[in-house]
């Protein structure tokens, strides 16, 4: 299998985003004084709709509405902004674990085991040294599930920063001799923000992780209360159960198979032959989930024509070709459709 296929597959099988964390992206770009109604149009999502408690946007909207953010006002430092705005009450029942627990350890061992819940694309590795003799200092890597392309400066400067301005609401005290460090080299807007963050920035990392004292492990959050952190972690396996546990639906299948074949779509009948029934059938099946087999080629390609637009350099003609389209002409007006934008001016 190649490696594009291994990701792809991955990101179309998360179970998406917190409708919050995009609406607090959106709010933040407002701020700064953009106009923030550019990020989600054309992709269906109402303010309403993301404010509701269990709503969730696809990794690939989201990526949508973080590059069309980034475009505008990613000159501002968007990560470490996001990072500062992201509360620990707004990770809902993940928050609210965090909160109660009796040690941070207790609260970020939380939070890496249920990271799919808000972050489904990136994972956590734990780490002590700086070798086996001295467990002095403990390391907490993020590591993407998938490459992340243009997204991935402001996803860690956010998701590092974030965790500790976490540990400083739960404990401001826990904090001493912590810092950042990330790949690459420092950005412009570091200088800017550099004197208002937390805990300083180490660029040119080998990894991205937070780094601090051990003795932060034994911390305790201001608002421990046990028997409040045992209905938390009630409520987290639960979420956790309804998204990553649930029976595979026809729709998945389906929407998985036109995500792994790369290369243009599979016509109805050429899909129910490959799920050995017939087209009829299909129809009648994918009726009973409230689905419709050409929506859920229209979904696939557009995610796929986004991401291939954000995430390469491909030129639009091969995008195209890869989405099914054989005249760029075509392309370019069904993905004007889709986003409201023609490819050069969504690449922009």
Not at 33 to 43: I, K, N, Q, V
Not at 192 to 219: G, H, I, K, W
Not at 286 to 305: F, S, T
Request: glycine share 6%; net charge neutral; aromatic share 8%.
């Amino acid at each position: 299998m190649k490696s594009g296929q291994t990701s792809t597959r991955r990101r179309q099988t998360l179970p998406g985003i917190p409708g919050i964390y995009v609406l607090l992206f959106c709010d933040l770009v407002r701020q700064l004084g953009y106009d923030d109604r550019r990020l989600l149009e054309g992709l269906e999502l109402q303010r309403s709709q993301l404010l509701a408690p269990d709503a969730r946007v696809s990794v690939a909207d989201a990526a949508q509405v973080l590059h069309r953010g980034l475009a505008i006002a990613g000159h501002e430092g968007l990560g470490f902004r996001y990072a500062s705005a992201l509360k620990v009450t707004l990770h809902g029942s993940l928050g609210l674990l965090a909160l109660s627990s009796m040690t941070i350890r207790d609260a970020l061992e939380a939070g890496t085991h249920y990271l799919g819940l808000r972050a489904p694309f990136l994972d956590f590795v734990w780490q002590t040294g700086p070798d086996a003799h001295d467990q002095s200092r403990i390391k907490l890597e993020v590591r993407e599930r998938f490459p992340l392309g243009r997204q991935h400066d402001f996803i860690m400067e956010a998701m590092l920063m974030g965790l500790v301005y976490m540990v400083q609401q739960l404990n401001e005290d826990a904090l001493d001799d912590a810092e950042v460090w990330l790949t690459g080299p420092p950005p412009p807007h570091y200088a800017t923000l550099a004197e208002s963050l937390p805990v300083p920035v180490r660029y040119n990392a080998p990894f991205c992780m937070v780094q601090a004292s051990a003795v932060l492990l034994d911390q305790r959050p201001r608002l421990a209360d046990p028997s409040i952190a045992a209905l938390a972690r009630e409520q987290c396996e639960a979420e956790f159960q309804k998204l990553f546990a649930a029976p595979e639906s026809l729709l998945l299948d389906v929407r998985q198979r036109l995500v792994e074949y790369e290369e243009g779509t599979l016509s109805l009948e050429q899909m129910a032959d490959r799920l050995h029934m017939s087209s009829r059938t299909l129809k009648r099946r994918l009726q009973d989930e409230g689905a419709n087999y050409r929506e859920i080629v229209e979904a696939v390609l557009r995610e796929r024509a986004t991401r291939l637009l954000m995430e390469t350099d491909l030129p639009v003609s091969e995008i195209a070709f890869r989405t099914g389209y054989n005249d760029v002409s075509n392309f370019t007006r069904a993905f004007k459709r889709w986003t409201g934008k023609t490819p050069r001016d969504f690449r922009r």
